[in-house]
C-alpha cells in the first residue's frame, strides 16, 4: 500500500492542475504528445500574421496611399505594439485569468480584427480611390477620416489578439514539461526548437498561398484567409483541454512585487548592510509553507537591492502584536533574489534588441527590392517579392530537425549540456549571423542600383518595368538572417524561460517579444532620424525618402545596421561573459553557466 501511495506521489505534478482543477498527473497530462496541439496552434497563427507582416507594407503603400516610408513605419509600430502588448496579456495570465483562457480570449480579439480588415478591404466606400503612384501627374489620397479609424481599429485589435496568442501559448506549451524531471527537461529544448519549427511550417504556406491569394486574388480574400486560419488555431488549441496541465494563476503580480523591492530598497538606503545574510528579512520556512511559496537562497551580487530585505528596529517594546511589514518597505529575501534574477538579464536583453531592428528591414524595405526586379522563375509563373522569406524557411524546415535530433545529441555528449550548448551561445551565433546578413543586403543594394542605372531605369514603374535582375538575389539575405532565427530567438525563449522566477514563467517568455518591440519601435524612429540627418547631403531628399527606391540610398542604411550589428555583437560577448546570476535547478544545471 505504501509503495502504491508513494509511486501515486511521483506521478503527481506538482504547481499544475487539470481542467477539473486537481494536481496533474505525468502520464495523464502534459507531456510531449499533448503539446503537439500547441505546436499546431502556433503554426495556424503563423499561418495568418507571417504574411501580413511581410506584404502590410505593400496594402498601406499600395491600396491606402500612405507614402512608402510611412507605410514601412504604420508596419513596424504595429509588430511593435502587438509585442508589446504580449507583456500585459502574460501579466494577466499569470496573475488572473490563466494561460488557457488568455489563448483563448486572444483568439477571438484576433479573429474580429482580421473579419473587420476584411470588411475594409472587400468595399471600395471604404478605401480610398484606385490611384498609380508612381505617375507623377497622379493626385493620390490617402485614407483618411472615420475609414482610417476603421484601419487603425481593425489593425490594433489584430495586433491585441496577435499579442495574447505570442504571449501565453510558448509558456503554456513548457508547463507541459517539469524542469525538474531529467527526461522532461530534455524534451522542454526539443518543444521550444519546435516552436521555431511551427513558425517555419506556419509561415512556409502563409509566405507562399497566403502572398498569392493577398497579390492575385485580393487583399478581401488574404484577410479572409489569415481569419480562417485563426479560427483553426484556437480550435485546435481549445481541444487539448481535457489533457493539458494547467498553470493556476497566482493572485500576487510578480512584477508588482519586484517593483516592491527597489521601493524599499531606495527608502532603506540609509540603512547599513548586516554582516551576517541570515539578518535580512525572511518569513519562516516551515513544512506547510514550503508546499506552497518559493524560497531562494541569498547570493552576493547586487547587495543594493538586499537594503529591501533589512528590518527597521521597533521601538515600541510595549506592542505585544508584530505588525505585518508593510511590502512597500520591507521584502523577503526571496523576492529581492527574484529582482536580481530579473536585474541581471536586461543586458543580455538589451544586446538582442538591434537583430529586430535588422530583421524589420528585411519585412519592408527588402520586399520593396523585390517589387522592382525580375521576379520570374518559370516562363508563366512569378515569384511575389514577399514571398523570398519561404527560402530560409524552407531550409529551417530541412536544418531545425537535423539540428535537434542529431546535433544536440552529439553535443550534448561533448559538452554535458542537456541542450547542447548554453543559451548565450547560441544567441551569440545569432547575433553574428544578423551582422553578415546586413553586410550582404548592403552589397546586393549596390548591385541592383548599378543595374538600375546602367539599363537607365532608375525612374522605372516597380512592378510593370522590372529590372534585368533576377528576386533571387536577395535571398542570400534572407538565407543567413533565417539561421540567425533559429540560434538567437530560440535561444532567448529558452534563456528566460529557464532563468526566470517562478512566478514570472508566462512573462518571462514576453521579454523576447519586448525585446523585438523596441527593436521594430526603434526602426521607425531611426528610419525618420536618417532621413533628417542626410536631407541635405543627398538629392534624394535622404537616404530613404520618397517612394522611388531606386534614387534612395538603402545601401548606406543597410551597412550603417551592419556596422552597429557588429559593435552590438562586442558588446555582447563582454555582457554574456558577466553574466553572473544563475537560479540553479537539477534538471538544468550548468545551461547557462558560461
Given amino acids: 500500500m505504501a509503495k502504491f501511495s508513494t509511486t501515486m506521489e511521483e506521478e503527481l505534478v506538482d504547481g499544475k492542475v487539470d481542467w477539473r482543477g486537481r494536481t496533474a498527473v505525468r502520464h495523464k497530462h502534459g507531456g510531449m504528445k499533448v503539446s503537439l496541439l500547441v505546436l499546431g496552434a502556433f503554426a495556424f497563427e503563423n499561418m495568418a500574421t507571417l504574411s501580413l507582416a511581410v506584404n502590410l507594407v505593400s496594402y498601406f503603400n499600395g491600396i491606402m496611399h500612405y507614402e512608402l516610408p510611412d507605410a514601412a513605419n504604420m508596419v513596424t ?23 488557457y483562457k488568455s489563448v483563448v480570449f486572444s483568439g477571438l480579439f484576433e479573429c474580429l480584427g482580421l473579419a473587420l480588415l476584411t470588411i475594409q478591404a472587400h468595399y471600395r466606400s471604404l478605401k480610398p480611390a484606385i490611384c498609380n503612384l508612381y505617375d507623377k501627374n497622379a493626385v493620390c489620397e490617402k485614407i483618411k477620416g472615420s475609414h482610417e479609424a476603421f484601419l487603425f481599429i481593425g489593425l490594433y485589435l489584430l495586433a491585441f489578439g496577435s499579442a495574447g496568442l505570442k504571449a501565453s501559448l510558448p509558456s503554456h506549451g513548457a508547463d507541459q514539461f517539469d524542469e525538474r524531471n531529467p527526461k522532461e527537461a530534455r524534451q522542454m529544448s526539443s518543444f521550444f526548437n519546435g516552436l521555431l519549427l511551427a513558425i517555419c511550417i506556419g509561415g512556409s504556406v502563409s509566405l507562399t498561398f497566403n502572398v498569392w491569394i493577398q497579390d492575385s486574388k485580393g487583399w ?57 545574510s541570515e539578518e535580512l528579512y525572511e518569513i519562516e520556512q516551515d513544512k506547510e509553507a514550503a508546499m506552497d511559496i518559493e524560497f531562494l537562497p541569498h547570493r552576493d551580487i ?86 523570398l522569406p519561404i527560402i530560409p524557411v524552407a531550409f529551417l524546415l530541412i536544418l531545425i530537425p537535423f539540428y535537434d535530433q542529431i546535433c544536440v545529441p552529439l553535443l550534448r555528449k561533448l559538452t554535458g549540456i542537456p541542450t547542447g550548448v548554453t543559451h548565450l551561445q547560441r544567441i ?17 543594394e549596390v548591385k541592383r542600383k548599378n543595374v538600375a542605372r546602367d539599363n537607365n531605369m532608375l525612374d ?38 529557464s532563468e526566470a522566477p517562478k512566478g514570472l514563467k508566462a512573462t518571462s517568455t514576453c521579454f523576447l517579444w519586448c525585446s523585438m ?51 552590438n555583437f562586442f558588446v555582447y560577448l563582454v555582457v554574456s561573459k558577466r553574466y553572473k546570476y544563475r537560479l540553479q535547478s537539477p534538471a538544468v544545471k550548468g545551461v547557462d553557466s558560461q
Fill in 302 to 387: 547586487f547587495r543594493f537591492l538586499d537594503k529591501a530585505a533589512i528590518e527597521r528596529k521597533s521601538n515600541d517594546v510595549q506592542s505585544e502584536k508584530p505588525k505585518v511589514p508593510s511590502p512597500w518597505k520591507l521584502c523577503r529575501v526571496t523576492q529581492v533574489e527574484n529582482a536580481k534574477i530579473i536585474l541581471s538579464m536586461i543586458p543580455i536583453f538589451c544586446c538582442t534588441i538591434i537583430m529586430t531592428l535588422c530583421l524589420a528591414q528585411l519585412q519592408t524595405f527588402s520586399v520593396q527590392q523585390g517589387f522592382t526586379m525580375d521576379t520570374r522563375i518559370a516562363k508563366h509563373f512569378n515569384i511575389p517579392p514577399a514571398s
Fill in 77 to 99: 509600430n504595429y509588430a511593435g505594439v502587438s509585442y508589446m502588448l504580449s507583456i500585459v496579456v502574460a501579466v494577466l495570465a499569470d496573475t488572473l485569468i490563466g494561460r
Fill in 460 to 497: 522605372a514603374v516597380p512592378g510593370v518595368q522590372p529590372l534585368p535582375l533576377s528576386i533571387f538575389w536577395l535571398s542570400f539575405q534572407y538565407f543567413v538572417f533565417g539561421i540567425a532565427d533559429m540560434f538567437t530567438y530560440v535561444g532567448l525563449l529558452e534563456f528566460f524561460y
Fill in 517 to 567: 518591440a523596441i527593436g521594430y519601435f526603434i526602426s521607425s524612429i531611426m528610419v525618420q532620424l536618417v532621413n533628417r540627418a542626410t536631407k541635405n547631403v543627398t538629392a534624394s531628399g535622404g537616404w530613404l525618402a520618397g517612394n522611388n527606391i531606386n534614387r534612395n540610398h538603402l545601401n548606406l542604411f543597410y551597412l550603417l545596421l551592419s556596422l552597429l550589428s557588429l559593435l
Fill in 428 to 444: 551569440g551565433v545569432g547575433l553574428v549571423l544578423s551582422s553578415i546578413s546586413m553586410a550582404i543586403a548592403a552589397i546586393i
Fill in 220 to 276: 478581401d480574400w488574404g484577410f479572409g484567409i489569415s481569419t480562417i486560419a485563426i479560427v483553426c488555431a484556437t480550435i485546435v488549441f481549445a481541444f487539448g483541454l481535457p489533457l493539458y496541465r494547467i498553470h493556476v494563476a497566482q493572485r500576487t503580480n510578480s512584477l508588482i512585487e519586484i517593483l516592491q523591492v527597489y521601493i524599499a530598497a531606495i527608502r532603506n538606503r540609509n540603512l547599513p548592510l548586516p554582516a551576517d
